[in-house]
């Protein structure tokens, strides 16, 4: 009964108690299932659950929550000094000239900063143009907020990129913003300059706003990486979200950024207090470290960058299977329709390979018969290799059967 007092978007969702779900991050007992010999591919934690944590952060850590400021506030809008030293990764990174004390917004993780950057400026019935398949969380905020989700399905032979005309032929009188993840997850597809010049004429040609996630910047390989707001008068009206958790693998700890500028930021800064909260003292101290000292991304570039290429050589040899080589992170997106629905072959590989994998259909319109697979799980190369080659095998036994 109670469920039916909620809002539209909180009576479908599903945790796992009334109903069992798939969904990694949602079902309680995902991260039992590896004491019972699963390997498990489906959520995006670098090297987890393995010890990466370098030394000079974990020290940084451990002497902030002895510190007599650790069980203590920061402010809201997060500690002066993080904000000194992410203005300074932000020019040398994203091309981004920014003013610490005024375009920078500290908080708790970048999901929660994700719904925070929607947030100001979504009301009941606007619409967002989100390209997909995308993040889920990016539906589910527009949708908890009263918003309306306007799909742009991306085409897998043109790329996943995106294209003006398609992206024009979807704005309405109630468009408000383009919502991209960027790069993409799950298609690890890393926007191009002619995509993203795509979104800058829209964006300015209809006045609307941009809130672009870029959790999986750090690590791109054989495309540039653009960071949107850079480019020409798109800093003004783009919100962009960043993260800790993926390129320095810091998810336990819960740090993440807004940049924005001035107007856009000043109601941030305001309300900050009473939708987020402040983000960890210590958390953010260790981070300090982390920004100080980035050799250890080095080994993490080198294992995803190995991963992918192992991934691809494996996967792309299973008969009916169509994948591309990952263009950044540590994922990978494969076409697995000739075999059933995702949800079907999920399960098959779950139960005959021992591997846990996520079903595209959580990546909204586009990932029907798609599989995501997270490259950048436990420390050994070998472990993750060794588990790609029981998928190909469990694939292929199946692919025989289908086809006898």
């Known amino acids: 009964m109670m469920k039916e007092k909620m809002i539209k978007s909180f009576q479908k969702a599903k945790g796992g108690l009334l109903e069992k779900t798939t969904k990694a991050d949602v079902a309680g007992g995902y991260a039992e299932m590896e004491k019972d010999g699963y390997t498990l591919m489906a959520w995006a934690d670098p090297f987890m659950p393995d010890k990466s944590l370098p030394e000079h952060i974990e020290k940084a850590w451990l002497e902030a929550i ?13 500690s002066d000094l993080l904000k000194e030293k992410i203005a300074i990764k932000l020019k040398r990174q994203n091309k981004l000239d920014v003013i610490p004390d005024r375009n920078i917004l500290i908080t708790p993780g970048s999901d929660s900063g994700l719904y925070y950057a929607i947030l100001p400026f979504i009301n009941e019935g606007d619409e967002v143009i989100i390209p997909c398949p995308s993040y889920p969380n990016n539906f589910l905020d527009v949708e908890i907020m009263g918003g309306k989700v306007v799909p742009m399905v991306l085409k897998e032979e043109e790329g996943f990129q995106i294209d003006e005309k398609t992206l024009e032929s979807l704005i309405s009188p109630k468009t408000k913003m383009i919502l991209i993840t960027h790069p993409n997850n799950p298609t690890t597809t890393v926007f191009n300059r002619s995509s993203l010049e795509a ?16 959790a999986f910047e750090d690590y791109t390989y054989e495309n540039e990486m653009i960071t949107p ?22 998810s336990g700890l819960r740090v993440g950024y807004l940049v924005a500028a001035d107007e856009i930021m000043d109601s941030l800064y ?3 207090v009473g939708v987020i909260g402040a983000t960890s003292t210590s958390a953010q101290r260790a981070i300090m470290a982390a920004l100080d000292d980035q050799k250890f991304m080095n080994e993490f570039r080198e294992a995803f960058d190995y991963r992918r290429h192992q ?14 080589l ?7 997106w494969l076409d697995v ?16 390979a021992k591997v846990s994998v996520n079903a595209g259909d959580f990546y909204g319109p586009g990932g029907e018969g798609h599989l995501r697979i997270v490259l950048g799980v436990y420390k050994d190369n070998q472990r993750v290799i060794d588990a790609l080659n029981r998928i190909k095998d469990v694939l292929c036994a199946y692919h025989q059967e289908l086809t006898e």
């Open 66 to 78: 002895k510190d007599e400021m650790a069980p203590h506030y920061t402010a809201p809008i997060g």
């Open 199 to 214: 979104i800058r004429k829209i964006c300015l040609r209809y006045d609307l706003v941009l809130v672009c996630d870029q």
């Open 229 to 250: 707001a850079s480019l020409p008068d798109m800093f003004e009206r783009t919100v962009t979200v960043f993260s800790f958790s993926k390129g320095m693998g810091l």
């Open 270 to 272: 305001a309300n900050a």
């Open 311 to 324: 991934a691809y050589e494996i996967l792309s040899s299973i008969p009916d299977v169509k994948v591309k």
């Open 326 to 332: 990952p263009e950044s992170g540590f994922l990978i």
């Open 337 to 352: 329709s000739k075999y059933g629905t995702a949800d079907e072959v999920a399960a098959l590989l779950l139960k005959k």
